[in-house]
T-cell receptor, first 114, second 111 residues
Framework: DTEVTQTPKHLVMGMTNKKSLKCEQH?????MYWYKQKAKKPPELMFV???????INESVPSRFSPECPNSSLLNLHLHALQPEDSALYLC?????????????FGEGSRLTVL | RKEVEQDPGPFNVPEGATVAFNCTYS??????FFWYRQDCRKEPKLLMS???SGNEDGRFTAQLNRASQYISLLIRDSKLSDSATYLC????????????FGRGTSLIVHP
């Protein structure tokens, strides 16, 4: 069982909708990540939060808006998405400050944009 | 040149075979190295970390060559359940630890 919980597992939305993906971890990790993964491709980093502050934004379009309300929660707000944004969105966490940098992933939210 | 490169495969091997994957990285400041396994339509899961001295976990052996900037994964006595995509992950420090994934190598173990 994964210790990183993502909801919803599946989401279908239209291009004019506003929706949010949620991620929660209770391992005391201080770094949290959003990755996007298309079929047969590796995960692509979108955002990194470190100690609840956005530290990395990999030039992600503004229709994706991350939010870190507290050290356990990470949201990804979606607005005016395009069909090509359909993908598996993976949340991960790691124990910031440790050299190991091991990532713990949630099961992902599979997004379909119509 | 991509930051982390892997041969995508697929590697198609019979049960019991030994198979090796390589991964090269371009950033000499990279600090941590991992192999993750990803099953179809599932999230990646850590298989093993890779240490400078090399490390072994059962049938799996990982090695790091900093001078040549590559890491390797050796799987001995392949099982059907080893069929998956194996992702090389290299982490560099840029404020936060930034893990970068290779494109993954697909392994198919057949009876």
């Amino acid at each position: 069982d994964t210790e990183v919980t993502q909801t919803p597992k599946h989401l279908v939305m239209g291009m004019t909708n506003k929706k949010s993906l949620k991620c929660e971890q209770h391992m005391g990790h201080r770094a949290m990540y959003w990755y996007k993964q298309k079929a047969k491709k590796p995960p692509e980093l979108m955002f990194v939060y470190s100690y609840e502050k956005l530290s990395i934004n990999e030039s992600v379009p503004s229709r994706f808006s991350p939010e870190c309300p507290n050290s356990s929660l990470l949201n990804l707000h979606l607005h005016a998405l395009q069909p090509e944004d359909s993908a598996l969105y993976l949340c991960a966490s790691s124990q910031e400050g440790r050299v190991s940098g091991e990532l713990f992933f949630g099961e992902g939210s599979r997004l379909t944009v119509l | 040149r991509k930051e982390v490169e892997q041969d995508p495969g697929p590697f198609n091997v019979p049960e019991g075979a030994t198979v090796a994957f390589n991964c090269t990285y371009s950033n000499s400041a990279s600090q941590s190295f991992f192999w993750y396994r990803q099953d179809c339509r599932k999230e990646p899961k850590l298989l093993m970390s890779v240490y400078s001295s090399g490390n072994e976990d059962g049938r799996f052996t990982a090695q790091l060559n900093r001078a040549s900037q590559y890491i390797s994964l050796l799987i001995r006595d392949s099982k059907l359940s080893d069929s998956a995509t194996y992702l090389c992950v290299v982490t560099r420090s840029g404020g936060s630890y930034i893990p970068t994934f290779g494109r993954g190598t697909s392994l198919i173990v057949h009876p």
